[in-house]
T-cell receptor
Framework: KAGVTQTPRYLIKTRGQQVTLSCSPI?????VSWYQQTPGQGLQFLFE???????NKGNFPGRFSGRQFSNSRSEMNVSTLELGDSALYLC????????????????FGPGTRLLVL | QKEVEQNSGPLSVPEGAIASLNCTYS??????FFWYRQYSGKSPELIMS????GDKEDGRFTAQLNKASQYVSLLIRDSQPSDSATYLC?????????FGTGTRLLVSP
């Protein structure tokens, strides 16, 4: 079974631009979560999508948004890029959504490394 | 208090030794616990998941969960240089997965 795929793998943008990242989950997985990883902050939760609906959102500004399609593929968009948005953006898929404080295993994609100049 | 705490390390062990990695968490309601390994420049890969108190073994890896004391640990037996990586502990909060900042493990030949 193919793993989680993310495109593109690397991106260089300038401040003020916007960027769209794509994630294809493992076949049969319906939940997609997005994370930002930086050396200073570690892995920070951005949002989770299940059945095309955003289920939860982390503490990020509204410039960060996402969506999920009927085939469970997901996109993340960052508008008006800032230098601090330079990070590794990771997508993770799992079979089901959170039920309270219980969650099935999430499997990570290779990530998209974004550099904002 | 951080939601998930790990010692950043590095934890240095000789090849063949047992490496012990620890993680404490603050949310008593957490029900799902995970250990991921991350090599430099790569994405996290799952090592173990554990949901109930006690030990869970998988090959050279053993995860231990103690909900009363709010800690989860990972033991790596017969450590190999290829185990050198950052180990991330992840705990479920309400409707999200919370990661520790990771412990860097160095296994010397």
């Amino acid at each position: 079974k193919a793993g989680v795929t993310q495109t593109p793998r690397y991106l260089i943008k300038t401040r003020g631009q916007q960027v769209t990242l794509s994630c294809s989950p493992i076949s049969g997985h319906r939940s997609v979560s997005w994370y930002q990883q930086t050396p200073g902050q570690g892995l920070q939760f951005l949002f989770e999508y299940f059945s095309e609906t955003q289920r939860n959102k982390g503490n990020f500004p509204g410039r960060f948004s996402g969506r999920q399609f009927s085939n469970s593929r997901s996109e993340m968009n960052v508008s008006t890029l800032e230098l601090g948005d330079s990070a590794l953006y990771l997508c993770a898929s799992s079979l089901g959504e959170f039920t309270g404080r219980r969650k099935e295993t999430q499997y990570f994609g290779p990530g998209t490394r974004l550099l904002v100049l | 208090q951080k939601e998930v705490e790990q010692n950043s390390g590095p934890l240095s062990v000789p090849e063949g030794a047992i490496a012990s990695l620890n993680c404490t968490y603050s949310d008593r309601g957490s029900q799902s616990f995970f250990w991921y390994r991350q090599y430099s420049g790569k994405s996290p890969e799952l090592i173990m998941s554990i949901y109930s108190n006690g030990d869970k073994e998988d090959g050279r890896f053993t995860a231990q969960l103690n909900k009363a004391s709010q800690y989860v640990s990972l033991l790596i037996r017969d450590s190999q240089p290829s185990d050198s990586a950052t180990y991330l502990c992840a705990i479920t909060g309400f409707q999200k997965l919370v990661f520790g900042t990771g412990t860097r493990l160095l296994v010397s030949p």
